[in-house]
């Protein structure tokens, strides 16, 4: 896939245009959205993602486009666990509803940066050593495990700070409270950070952790970074309406850890038996490649992410529903 300089300054465009957008639209004046709203907006980018597939599609072709459509979903589906999380961020900082989207807004744009220099970097791996894909073949492998394990626990899940949270509470002062909805305030001719500050740094750090299993297991639907920074802009940048179109949906889908589970087992497999067929490592078939084992394809691929996506969230609605009317 060929990416002409122009097609990277469109795609730039768009993501600086619907950040610019939410700053002026809906953070400039901090209030909590209504469920209307955040429901038009999510479905507006959705819509969005959908219309940039249909421009991948004319410019370079079905393949490429199946592979964005596939790495969209995929990074959407696994962007729910992040809410978790994120919830359970503002909820520990207490963040008031109103001053949510701007801490959402300012998180995400720190975490697609950090996402950014990932992508490079796995990218840059992938390309030059094809071994790479046993290794996070392997990674996704435990950590779907890890997810299905999750998954059988009861127990609440907690988040503390992270030791970057930690690190700028030592070295810089903290406001006793909210100071409104700004980041620093200014006292005494003394500059100090605000919750609202830690609560961006704790989101923007929190995705590294995401961004450890998302990455790899887009690279394994796609290693073209121009659509792996597109999945994973589109992704992102609709993440904060979809916070508060389903954050009091979130524990219903109780079946979620199982469905991530199994897409990142799914994708983990397809790394593994992509890395045989590109095989270079000596000690495996002679250094030679396995071209006996099958390799899963995109559209394959993009059915079983979908159909699992829709098969956990209707089976965690009606496990839901059943367990609330026993109750």
């Not at 038996?273 to 490592?281: F, G, I």
Request: with cysteine.
């Amino acid at each position: 896939m060929d990416v002409h300089i122009l097609g990277w300054i469109g795609l730039a465009i768009v993501v600086i245009a619907l950040i610019t957008t939410d700053i002026v639209g809906h953070v400039r004046k901090p209030h909590a959205p209504s469920m209307k709203e955040a429901t038009a907006w999510t479905l507006g980018y959705v819509a969005l993602a959908a219309a940039f597939g249909v421009a991948i599609w004319a410019i370079y072709g079905p393949s490429f486009a199946i592979q964005f459509y596939s790495g969209y979903i995929m990074e959407w589906s696994l962007s729910l666990d992040n809410l978790f999380v994120f919830v359970i961020i503002m909820s520990s900082f207490r963040v008031p509803r109103e001053f949510q989207q701007k801490a959402l807004l300012a998180g995400i744009i720190l975490a697609l940066i950090f996402r950014a220099f990932f992508i490079v970097v796995g990218v840059t791996l992938v390309n030059r050593f094809t071994w790479m894909f046993f290794f996070f073949g392997a990674w996704l492998l435990w950590t779907a495990y890890s997810q299905a394990r999750e998954g059988a626990s009861e127990e609440e899940e907690e988040v503390e700070e992270n030791g970057f949270v930690r690190f700028v509470r030592r070295i810089f002062p903290v406001t006793d409270g909210y100071i409104g909805d700004r980041f620093f305030y200014r006292h005494s001719g003394r500059t100090s950070v605000t919750p609202l500050f830690l609560v961006v740094l704790a989101l923007g750090s929190a995705d590294l952790m995401f961004a450890l299993d998302s990455i790899p297991a887009i690279l394994g639907l796609t290693t073209e970074s121009y659509l792996v920074f597109a999945c994973n802009a589109f992704a992102l940048l609709g993440l904060r309406q979809l916070f508060f179109l389903i954050d009091g949906l979130l524990e219903k889908l109780v079946f979620l850890n199982y469905g991530l589970a199994v897409i990142l087992g799914f994708i983990g497999i397809k790394l593994v038996l992509h890395a045989m067929h590109e095989n270079s490592v000596p000690f495996i078939n002679g250094g030679q490649p396995i071209h006996s084992v099958p390799e899963i394809g995109i559209p394959i691929s993009l059915g079983v992410i979908a159909t699992t996506l829709i098969v956990t969230v209707i089976t965690s609605l009606i496990h839901s529903r059943r367990h609330k009317t026993r109750s």
